[in-house]
């Protein structure tokens, strides 16, 4: 009897480590990964610049929306901050870009560099990796009529979440692992 529950302890320690194994990434899919998350967030900076762009049409601007909405997980905020003001603003991603199209400025021109990873990816209890990409944001804010002249420097952390997902090609189920952008905190706002 003992013998037969040591071998079950041992074959069902044995299936969920092989279970266990095939959730974990692989050090080239891993690489595939960050690059994707890095693609990403470099994509929702051609976004945010089109949108708070003064030139861009309405109609250009609120498809420009859409493709960066889909780039975030469900619910997740952005955060807002001034060097006139030391309290940070949380919006809604969608919210977030009405604003910044409707901000009143001729001309604002808004950049992001130094793009890179703060934390690796890390499991979650639920399966999923979670890391954090730390980006520059340069806003520059014109309007001659009002004689308003901004510019600001801000340090952003967004969160990065990767889970397994699965979608069905000719009949076949294909799972595939997706990278999703989080709530984007800003953690210092300098002129």
């Known amino acids: 009897m003992k013998k037969y529950i040591l071998s079950l302890l041992i074959l069902f320690s044995a299936t969920s480590m092989v279970a266990l194994a095939q959730d974990n990434i692989s050090p080239a899919r891993k690489q595939a990964i960050d690059s994707l998350a890095l693609e990403k967030v470099k994509d929702l900076s051609k976004y945010i610049s089109i949108i708070g762009s003064k030139e861009t049409q309405f109609s250009e601007a609120t498809r420009v ?6 780039l975030f997980a469900p619910d997740a905020e952005m955060g807002v901050s001034s060097i006139n003001n030391s309290e940070i603003a949380y919006y809604k991603i969608r919210r977030y870009f009405e604003r910044l199209m409707a901000l009143n400025y001729d001309r ?13 990816l890390e499991r979650q209890p639920d399966g999923r990796y979670v890391g954090v990409i730390t980006v520059y944001q340069r806003f520059e804010g014109t309007s001659q009529e ?12 967004i969160t990065i979440y990767v889970e397994k997902k699965q979608t069905q090609i000719a009949g076949r189920t294909i799972e595939f692992w997706d990278v999703m952008l989080g709530d984007v905190r800003v953690t210092e706002t300098s002129a």
């Open 65 to 70: 929306m859409d493709r960066a909405e889909e």
């Open 108 to 120: 604002v021109n808004i950049s992001w560099y130094d793009i890179h990873y703060i934390s690796d």
């Open 146 to 157: 009002a004689g308003l002249n901004y510019r600001d420097t801000t340090k952003k952390d």
